[in-house]
Structures are given as structure tokens and as C-alpha cells.
């Protein structure tokens, strides 16, 4: 059998690490598409070249047309501008919503097959405009950043615990943004619930609601620490692990920016939630029972990016 075809459309800091951890993993053959003429090429030659060292079998190519993501079975996407210092996510949207425009085109024309995983921010509203400019089934389109707002919080409470990352699970709703919903009840150590492991002594409320707070606001602290940019390691891994869910079929539980026609009492439009990912793409969304206060600051992030949605329909006609 032939191996899975990755495209990669953007080739800046998230694209190159992308290519790099689908190679070191086989995912597959990777094609590196960004309009910088040179920087596609130039990473996937590097990458390439790493390859008898890191003992991998993968082709990776660099490439300016279209044409070259031909039949490919993923598409991540990570084309537009990212943000510095003093920019919030929605200060993008203007720029970001063109770029849409033609990789919603450039997709639907030669790899309308795929899974497309959106990255580029603000990533509740691109992730829905590509699926409009694309054409494509709803749910073969989604975007990540619940995997990386999770792993954030998971990360900060393992440090906080002394226990390992892997034996701590964290949920995280709503839109990626200032208003996204760290969902403390159902976010556990070995399956012991945060709030009970205040209870035991583990930790103070005060500690735990400082550690939301630092979720909410992980982009941000890296953009001010890097100054040039923002955050590219975690979310490549994020992004891979959600391509690696449905290139083999997983069935990983995983929370993504998936279209939302029913559940949660909202249609239309893209939020984050818990999913299935596996061979049909976003095969489910989870649907979990909220209290009053997680409904009200989920009902806060849904308002938040139904605002943006409105914004692209106010920039481009085509979207109305
Ligand atoms: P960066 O290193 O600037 O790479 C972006 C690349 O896109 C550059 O190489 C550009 O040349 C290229 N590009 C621009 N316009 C086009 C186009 N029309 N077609 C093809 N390529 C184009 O940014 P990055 O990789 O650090 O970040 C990429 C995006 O991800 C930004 O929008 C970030 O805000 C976003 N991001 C999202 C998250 C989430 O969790 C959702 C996290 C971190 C970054």
C-alpha cells in the first residue's frame, strides 16, 4: 500500500515542525506548500537530509503550486500571519480570512478527499470560513486547539502535582480564545477529579483557579516570551496527534473545533467540543451535561466567536 500523502499548507514555524514530527513518526510523505518562495523547499530538503540519522522512510518535498497537494489524505493548515507581541488572535482576522480564501480554493481543487485540520487563528472563525471557501463535508474539516489548550492545562497541573503528564487528563471547551472553558469537574489525576484532589490537600482552590487562568492565557505568555512569534512545538504535536487519530483510525477522544449542527443546543457553526476522530473524520461530538456556571462561560465563548463569524461575513460577501 502506498503511504498516506500529508500536504502542509503553510511552511513558517508550525508548517516546518509539522513536517519534521510526521517524518520522525512515518505518518507519511509530506509536501510543504507556502507562497515564500524557497522556504518550502529549503525545510523539506533539511528534513529530508535528517532522515538517515533519524532512520526514517518519508518523501518531503517543498512546492509553490496547488497541483502538488494532488490526492492528499491530510491537509494541515497553517498559512496566514501569526501573532506578536500586543496583537490579540481576532486582530488577525482580516489578513487570515484572505488566505482562506485561496486555500479553501487551492483544497477543494486537488485534494478534496482530505481531512483538513485548520490551524490558523482565529481559529474558531477560519476553521469555519475554509469549510465554507472549500466546499468541503463539514465533517472532514475541523481545527485544533482544544488538544493544545488541554495539553497546556495537563501540563501545568502534572508540574503543580509532582505526577506524570500522562496520568493526568484535561478537558478544555468552548472557542480557542480568552474565553475558552477549562472544565476543572471533569479534568482528572489518575481519574480523581480536580475537585476532589482540592479536598485531599493536593492543592488550593486559589492554586487551581491561577492554573486555569494560565491556560487561558498560554498563548500569550509564549508570544510575550518569543517576541517574534508564537507558540509552534505544542501545536504541531497537538495537530498530529489528531492527523495520526484518523490516518489510523484511532478513535481518539479528542477535543477539536468541530462543526456543531444540534449538540449543545447550537447549529451552524464551529466551536470547540469533544470529539471521535477516526477513518470518517469528526465521526462524533460528544455531548456532556454542563452546570450552571460551566453553561454560563460556555454560552460567553460560543458568543465570542459567533461575533467572528459575523466579522468575516462582514469583510467577505461571499460568506453571507
Ligand atoms: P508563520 O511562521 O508566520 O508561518 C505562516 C506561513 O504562512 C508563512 O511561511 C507564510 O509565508 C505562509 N503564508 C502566508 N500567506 C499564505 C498563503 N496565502 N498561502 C500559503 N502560505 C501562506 O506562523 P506560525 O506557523 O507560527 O503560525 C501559523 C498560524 O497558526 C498563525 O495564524 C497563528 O496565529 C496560528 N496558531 C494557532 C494556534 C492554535 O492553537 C489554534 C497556536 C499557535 C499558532
Not at 189 to 205: E, H, Y
Request: aromatic fraction near 6%; include cysteine.
Amino acid at each position: 500500500m502506498a503511504r498516506p500523502k500529508i500536504a502542509l499548507i503553510g511552511a513558517g514555524q508550525i508548517g516546518g515542525t509539522l513536517a519534521h514530527l510526521a517524518a520522525l513518526k512515518e505518518l507519511g510523505d509530506v509536501v510543504l506548500f507556502d507562497i515564500a518562495e524557497g522556504v518550502p523547499e529549503g525545510k523539506a530538503l533539511d528534513i529530508a537530509e535528517s532522515g538517515p540519522s533519524a532512520k526514517f522512510d518519508a518523501r518531503m518535498s517543498g512546492t509553490q503550486s496547488y497541483a502538488d497537494i494532488a490526492g492528499a489524505d491530510v491537509c494541515i493548515v497553517t498559512a496566514g500571519v501569526a501573532r506578536k507581541p500586543g496583537m490579540s488572535r481576532d486582530d488577525l482576522l482580516g489578513i487570515n480570512l484572505k488566505v482562506m480564501k485561496s486555500v479553501g480554493e487551492g483544497i477543494a481543487a486537488h485534494a478534496p478527499d482530505a481531512f483538513v485540520i485548520c490551524i490558523t487563528n482565529p481559529l474558531d472563525a477560519m476553521v469555519w470560513a475554509l469549510r465554507e471557501f472549500s466546499g468541503l463535508p463539514h465533517e472532514k474539516v475541523c481545527g485544533m486547539a482544544g488538544v493544545l489548550d488541554s495539553a497546556r492545562f495537563r501540563h501545568f497541573l502534572a508540574d503543580e502535582f509532582d505526577v506524570s503528564m500522562k496520568d493526568v487528563t484535561a478537558f478544555v471547551l468552548g472557542g480557542h480564545g480568552d474565553t475558552m472553558v477549562p472544565l476543572v469537574r471533569y479534568s482528572t489525576v489518575a481519574g480523581i477529579p480536580l475537585p476532589d484532589l482540592v479536598k485531599m490537600g493536593w492543592t488550593t482552590q486559589d492554586k487551581l483557579d491561577a492554573i486555569v487562568q494560565r491556560t487561558r492565557d498560554g498563548g500569550a505568555e509564549i508570544v510575550g516570551l518569543l517576541k517574534t512569534g508564537s507558540a509552534f512545538y505544542a501545536p504541531a504535536t497537538s495537530a498530529i496527534e489528531m492527523a495520526e487519530s484518523y490516518l489510523k483510525d484511532q478513535k481518539r477522544v479528542l477535543p477539536c473545533a468541530a462543526y456543531v449542527d444540534g449538540a449543545y443546543g447550537l447549529k451552524g457553526f464551529y466551536v470547540g467540543v469533544p470529539t471521535v476522530i477516526g477513518a470518517g473524520g469528526i465521526e462524533r461530538v460528544v455531548e456532556i451535561s454542563m452546570n450552571k456556571d460551566e453553561q454560563a462561560m460556555f454560552d460567553s465563548s460560543v458568543k465570542a466567536v459567533k461575533g467572528l463569524v459575523t466579522a468575516c461575513k462582514g469583510i467577505d460577501d461571499s460568506l453571507s
